[in-house]
């Protein structure tokens, strides 16, 4: 976390002019890149001016101090939607899942004397000013509970939820005129998804609910830590928690190979359970989201805002697709994938026999019986390879079904985590039990 304080752009008119001068700098600095390469002789094309380093950096900065749903939304689109975003923008994308400016005081002290009254560091005991942590639409503060437990306040930042409509269309205009995405791909169903979403995220009682539904869910299980709600200081936009000790859970790569493959192989089990029990998924990857106590050996787990809910129709489905994928069933592979909402292309054309690679690619890990080394994995390179010859074919380019984005973006978190923490996961064995069952 950046330890540097911004102002949140609140109001509409504010945030439209931070795109207005975000495209404009964008295209200020292809002119002059593309005057500097036909001086020296070359004919550059559009898209070679559009990713500079420069541009990465304008628009990675730009949105980091927007926050909220400009800031989410390019975080949400590096991870779901790269089988059709180039990678040069996924990337540039990718990098703000990483940036988060802070809000200056008099910001602070403005939520708090909404939600709190002006007197509201008299029921807010040793409240401390500097944010431990920060992320895309709040921070985090610590304090004391009335009854002594070490507790933390998520702020929300102001102006978050009445721009999220605003931001994700000026977002995705801009990125349509970057002409960087297919004219004919239709993002409106997957932005329409995502306001929701993030509306969802946005109301910090909603998300109290989704950890109260994880708390009884994995409230007796041990090899869990989660915090619990403080009901009386938790608002609309102030979600207040006890504080659960850990650290981070990349601390878990100083452990040996035997802790860190127990580790990664909870975190996948957990993942089976909230898709095929609890139809109820904590979709954000965020490796902020996981902590580890080396204490105890216990996984923390928050953030529950993202927590979206799943129709058994659509889990029924993946699990078919997962089936399928172990039994080295491309015919059951094809039919599970179009129930869950996936079109490829024409049957028996090049692109429907890549997309189908590309998914067996990914899913390997469940083929096989035994345990899949993440560090020493040749996905990332693989799909990478299959992905350029996707992008071929442009002409049958779809968003993808949103549920789907959404477990995927789950999904490459935890790989990415397994590959952070060199794991060794027998992710066949941990499906096993939903593989056997036909009820």
Known sequence: MTNEARAVPRSRARR?????????????????EG?????????????????TASNARRLT????????????????????????????????????RSQAFTMPEKQLQEMLNQ???????????????????????????????????????????PGVRESIDSDVNNLATLLRLSGLLPKHIDLKPLLTEIKEQLRDEADYEQEAKY????????????RFMLPRVIPSLTTDRILAMTFVPGGPIEAV??????????????LFELLFVEMFELRLVQTDPNFANYRYNPDTGQVVLLDFGASRRFKASFTRAYLDL???????????????AERAGYHLGPEGSRYHEVLLDLAETILGPVLNNNSYDFGASTIPAEAAAIGEE???????????????????????????LAARLKARVNIHELLKPWLDDDA
């Open 16 to 32: 439209l002019g931070k795109f207005a001068r975000l495209a404009g700098g964008v295209a200020g600095s292809m002119l002059a």
């Open 35 to 51: 005057v500097k390469q036909v001086s020296s002789g070359n004919r550059p094309r559009a898209k070679d001016l559009l990713l």
């Open 61 to 96: 900065k730009q949105l980091s101090e927007m926050r909220g749903a400009a800031m989410k939304l390019g975080q949400i689109l590096s991870m779901d939607s790269g089988d059709f975003l180039p990678k040069e923008l996924a990337d540039i994308l990718a990098t703000m």
């Open 115 to 157: 939600a709190y009254g002006e007197d509201y560091l008299r029921k807010l005991k040793d409240f401390d000013v500097q944010p431990f942590a920060a992320a895309s639409i709040g921070q985090v503060h610590r304090l004391t509970a009335r009854d002594g437990r070490a507790a933390v306040l998520k702020i929300q930042y």
């Open 211 to 222: 950890l109260n539904a994880f708390v009884r869910a994995l409230g007796d299980d041990e």
């Open 253 to 266: 790569l100083d452990e040996e190979q035997e802790e860190r493959d127990r580790v990664m192989s909870l």
């Open 322 to 336: 997962l089936k399928a994928i172990a039994a080295s069933d491309r015919e059951g592979v094809k039919e599970a």
């Open 390 to 416: 996707v992008r071929e074919f442009k002409q049958f380019w779809e968003a993808p079904p949103v549920d789907a984005a959404y477990v995927h973006r789950k999904i490459v978190g935890l790989f990415m």
